[in-house]
């Protein structure tokens, strides 16, 4: 039973694990007493009441639902701790049926709350035991799901002579019409011509007394001429009525039944031609190697060449003889174990045609055994799925070939590279990346057709350059790589791509565009296919974006090297700080303005890393790097341990208002236990989780969207506020916003920005904010750097707005001392609102 249960409890936490393990429930949740009286007023059939009496107004809902009628029916069960016992004994005595103490077990809470409902289910179930007793027979006669007639009558065949008390709706709905046109009628007169004698003779046999009852199969027919069959049972009823003649009629539509019945009659009599149109054979045949046909049908003239009669008992060859040699033995065999297995059989194997040709087939059958569980013989049939197999056929080229140049592509060269990773040492190796990505500019002119043509030319004109020891690859769209064994030296590498350029500049040099060639020699050390990849693509990268030639030749060099070491530098860092080893992290906050009122509503908390050795390191740097290494879920909990710290210091000097956004990476909220661990955190902070704000950028999570939505409408109930970060940028829509449990919508900086350089009509920053608040979210305009920008969003309703024109982000102190002023000091602000 799914019960409506309040629960009023002060503990984010124990707010949280009471609503997982009651999701059975429909569940209501309020976290003081005034809020607990609102929800009993405005719900109705609240079945149970899970109270905190420490909660504020905690006793106060207990005596009221001890003195109130309107609130008799709600059980109360009050949370306790061991050491509250008083508060049991007072709970008891004020009407509660029941107390739960701290901390939570939930295997006993889930026993103790079934408890509860089963005695309130047991409750409404003897409540309404009378009552369903009084309706019971009735409910059986009008839902019934055969059709029931009760006649005192013995002339109700006849019509204007019925006396039918009662048909019920089973029974109007079998024949198609109701009580009253079934007395005017008479049942003889809705009756098929075809079996009405019958049914009159065994009708007048039971009148006299000569039997007791009959059954039989007719047929009605309906007001639009439709005929229904019926399963008819007729008895003799005693009422204790003094009547000429009582019976009852019990009819059950076997319409359905008929109909399939006569396709079965009909399919008997087309098998042979649906055998003979099937895309093989079905046959019947002995157990023995030869498998000796018995039954061949017409089918496999198309199939094999053959006539049918030439298998039948092998008059022209047997059928072992058509099977392809090599799948003679493993069919055997495979046969054997079937059959020992007693299950169906399935195999795919060739066969030779009598024109020789060689066709894929499909065989399913089975094991027909006798009372003594001997094979007897097999059955089954043989399908053609030679165009089946071709596009599996297909299917594996693709998945080895780049179907534009005809090359192995990227999935085929990493796996034989990891392989020659595993067994080749000892020999130089090398790949040439050319990197082709300026082709992709004339897309925009000529149309895509007309660079991919390109490119599958530069791949041909490359390809006289494969050896034995040097094979080109297809390794992305606008990528090709060569992939060289045993060269010599560096200089014979530099002579291979000068070979390269001059290729390339006989195709690409008419098109002005270029191509840029990257180096990475690899040694035994490098076993790390993504790095090697990575690497090699930074090298074509550096050689395409040199601005002094067309084509160019870069080495995966030291230089690039320097790049990837502080990549694994700033790694090192951060693993110190998620370990606590080092205090490097630290938050600076940024206001965010109500314009409405020119009052500090929140802060963003924007996390800064800053060491000696690397100075300060940019969050676009150690951003993705965290992500990257999962780093960003310890990092993440101290940005949010600091930025409840923060707030706890704002409550402690009278500020229990201003709230603080926090940057979360959808690789938190995917962890186990995000929201459960948050809720821990804000309890021991003390923190309100109304003062809490979750930023997320949406193209993070775009294929994550239902799991991380159900993560966000878990903290939106605890009263913790969602906001879509950089909206209008990646996947960002106001369709998708819809669909998300959140709150927000933060307009990214690259719209505000356009405010300055565009006239107000063709800025859409307007027409965003139109429609959030039609979705029922508040607005913030990220960015905002001059009086042009803040005016349009005055203008246009926006609601909050931060950027350097506000502030820009500031250490804890100064944050704190801002607040104290009450507002900025922005006099164009005040002027607006007078």
Known sequence: MSAKILVAVHSAADLFTIRNLLTEHHVLTVRNGLEAMQEMNAQSEIDLIILDLKMPGGFQVLTALNSNEKYKKIRAIILTKHDELDDESKGLKLGAVDYIRRPIHPDSFKVRIGMHIELLKAYRLFEHAMHENRLRCDAIFQNAPVGIAVSYSSKSHLPGESNLISINPMFEQIIGRTEKELSHLGWAGITHPDDLEADLDHYNRMQSGEINGYSMEKRYIRPDGSIVWVDMVVARLSTGKETDFNHICIVQDITERKTIEKVLHESERSKSVLLASLRGLAYRCNYDHDWTMQFVSQGSYDLTGYKAESFINNRDLSYNELIAPEYREFLWQEWVRTLAERRPFQSEYEIITKSGQRKWVLEMGQGIYDEYGNVEALEGIVLDISDRKELELQR???????????????????????????????????????????????????????????????????????????????????????YIHGYRDKNELIEFCIEIEKILESILSVEGTGAGIGVLELDDSETDVKQIMKDLLIASENALNNPNQRYSIA?????????????????????????????????????????????????????????????????????????????????????????????????????????????????????????????????????????????????????????????????KALGIEIAIDDFGTGYSSFARSQELEVNCLKIDKYFIGKLSCLEPEQAITGDIISMAHKLGRYVVAEGVEDEVQLQYLLDHGCDQVQGYLISRPMDEES??????????????LNNQSK
């Not at 020999?427 to 990346?433: E, F, S, V, Y």
């Not at 021991?684 to 950028?697: F, N, Q, Y």
């Open 396 to 482: 594996e080229y693709l998945s080895k070939y780049d179907t534009l140049t005809g090359l192995h592509n990227r999935n085929y060269f990493e796996e034989m590279l990891a392989n020659d990773i595993e067994f080749i040492s000892n020999r130089k190796r090398a790949l040439i990346n050319i990197n082709l990505s300026k082709v992709d500019l004339l897309t925009l002119t000529y149309g895509f057709h007309y660079s991919q043509v390109l490119i599958k030319k530069v791949a041909a004109a490359l390809m006289p350059l494969c050896t034995k020891d040097c094979q080109l690859y297809s390794t992305y769209t606008n990528r090709l790589t060569f």
């Open 815 to 828: 944050a704190i001392e801002l607040l104290k002023k009450g507002c900025l000091s922005l006099p164009y």
């Open 555 to 715: 080495f995966f060099d030291k230089e690039m090297e320097s790049k990837i070491l502080r990549q694994k530098m700033i790694q090192k860092v951060l693993e110190r700080i998620a370990a606590g080893e080092e205090d490097s992290l630290y938050l600076e906050y940024q206001p965010v303005l109500d314009i409405k009122c020119n009052q500090i509503c929140s802060f963003e908390a924007l996390a800064r890393v800053k060491t000696e050795e690397l100075g300060i390191i940019p969050p676009l740097e150690f951003i993705p790097i965290a992500e990257e290494t999962k780093l960003i879920i310890p990092l993440g909990k101290r940005i949010i341990y600091h930025a409840l710290s923060f707030l706890s210091k704002l409550s402690a000097k009278g500020n229990d208002t201003v709230g603080v956004s926090i940057n979360i990476s959808a690789i938190q909220l995917l962890t186990d236990h995000f929201v459960s661990d948050l809720c821990e955190l804000l309890d021991h902070m003390d923190v309100s989780p109304e003062r809490l704000i979750i930023e997320v950028t949406e193209s993070t999570f775009s294929n994550k969207l239902r799991k991380i939505n159900k993560t966000f409408g878990e903290m």
